[in-house]
């Protein structure tokens, strides 16, 4: 069975982002593709510096089964398109063995929660009639968004409430996200990729 093998920032993804890799594949619906425990990078500053990605590619590339690579980074204060042109062309200069995905988050992963908010409302704390902003990607903390209407004393957790919000995260409503409809144009990507025996890069720029 071929693998989707995740690359994440640090240990909130590591359980979050293969719950919704499985939400995003068994809604397609597609049940052949396993996801992997994601390599963490500890830290969003060891992929962006020089060679980490790298790195993190070529780690990935000894999975067994592997199918496709996904990369799930935060843009958190740069330009989305800027941040995956430098990756994807970092990935493309140490040549492709598998098909490689990136995803950039605008602002952070927590934007997606944000978007879908209104499945996550009256769970973990916060309020029921909670509804989310205009343009949840113009919300410039969403981690501090989110723990703003929790109950006083009550802290925002990524290794506790990152994979807890994805499995209450709707797909339709976070894709009023523009960047979480990358993400699922990356594993439509992907799957394609898997299906054809093509190797690629994406996203791809001129």
Known sequence: MPKLVPIV???????AVPALLRKILWQIPRYDIQVT????????GNLTKEGGLEKF???????RDCGAILVLIDADKECPVTLARDLTRRVEAIGVLFPVVIVVAKRMYETWFVASIATIAGHLDL??????????????????????HFPAGRAYKE????????????ITLASSARSFQR????IDQALEAIDTGANLVTPQFD
């Open 37 to 44: 425990r994601p390599k963490s990078a500890n830290g969003r």
């Open 9 to 15: 920032e640090g240990d909130g993804e590591v359980t």
């Open 57 to 63: 590619i070529r780690y990935s590339w000894k999975e």
């Open 159 to 170: 290794t506790q409430d990152q994979e807890a919000m994805t499995n209450l995260l709707d």
């Open 127 to 148: 309020p029921e009639d909670l509804t989310p902003p205009p343009n949840p990607e113009e919300v410039p903390n969403p981690k501090a968004w989110i723990e703003n």
């Open 183 to 186: 993400m699922l144009n990356a």
